[in-house]
């Protein structure tokens, strides 16, 4: 097939949703993922079918490598080769540090930032075959800063952020990009947790006094991954109104 292919880890709803549907705006066959919303990929692939793409939904813990092996197995079976990878799958809690558990700061290391060796380990080699390919994280403007009561979220974003910068540098002279967005506070459900008052206290903070819109994280993952920013690199790209 000679379009392109973009796999979206993590798109059943949300900024992934977003990113998902503006490539396939903009004509790139997509590979939506998620690892439990069933209904919500199945209705997420129909959305994309409307533009006259190709769209290829499949369950998926991305924290698991094999279950990742498999999913690149099915890809290339559809479409062949990914030619770009937005890992977006994450996940989020807010608790004291001391009541933190082994297993749930292991889950969201594994599926923060594991699953990212796991998804570029799998796409990377067919992408320096091809001497050609991008890759965008999705992590958090807390990996820079950290986060009071979110120390295991903001550990696990700190590790892409670093991720990002050191395999940017490793593939660059396969002209392979890696790059990141560092979201500020987005209007999806895993911000559904906090009380309106506590909302409220967060945009007071925020210089642009308005939280961020997915569209506008998908935008800015387009731009990221296309030909005019083709000498941008190993950057983390902080999308929060000025926050930080």
Not at 52 to 76: G, H, R, T
Not at 91 to 115: G, P
Not at 116 to 141: E, F, R, W
Request: with cysteine; proline share 2%; net charge negative.
């Amino acid at each position: 097939m000679d379009k392109k292919t973009v796999l979206v880890t993590g798109s059943s709803r949300g900024i992934g949703k977003a990113i998902a549907i503006k490539y396939a705006k903009e004509g790139y066959n997509v590979v939506i993922n998620c690892s439990s919303s069933f209904n919500e990929l199945i209705e997420t692939s129909e959305i994309i079918k409307n533009y006259d793409v190709s769209c290829l939904p499949i369950m998926a813990d991305v924290s698991n490598y094999n279950s990742v092996k498999e999913m690149f197995e099915e890809i290339k079976l559809v479409f062949g080769n990914v030619d770009i990878v937005i890992n977006n799958a994450g996940i989020s809690s807010i608790k004291l540090f001391t009541d933190t558990s082994e297993d749930q700061w292991d889950n969201m290391i594994n599926t923060n930032l594991k699953s990212l060796y796991n998804v570029c380990h799998q796409a990377v080699p067919d992408m320096i075959k091809n001497q050609s390919g991008n890759i965008v994280n999705i992590t958090s403007m807390w990996g820079i800063t950290g986060a009071s009561c979110e120390v295991a979220y903001s550990a696990s974003k700190g590790g892409v952020n670093s991720f990002t910068k050191a395999l940017a540098k490793e593939l660059a002279p396969s002209h392979i990009r890696v790059n990141a967005i560092a979201c500020g506070l987005i209007d999806t459900n895993m911000n559904s947790c906090l009380a309106k008052e506590d909302l409220d206290t967060i945009i007071e903070e925020i210089p642009s006094n308005r939280i961020g819109k997915p569209e506008e994280v998908a935008n800015l993952c387009y731009y990221l991954s296309s030909s005019d920013s083709s000498y941008l690199t190993g950057q983390i790209i902080t999308l929060d109104g000025g926050l930080i």
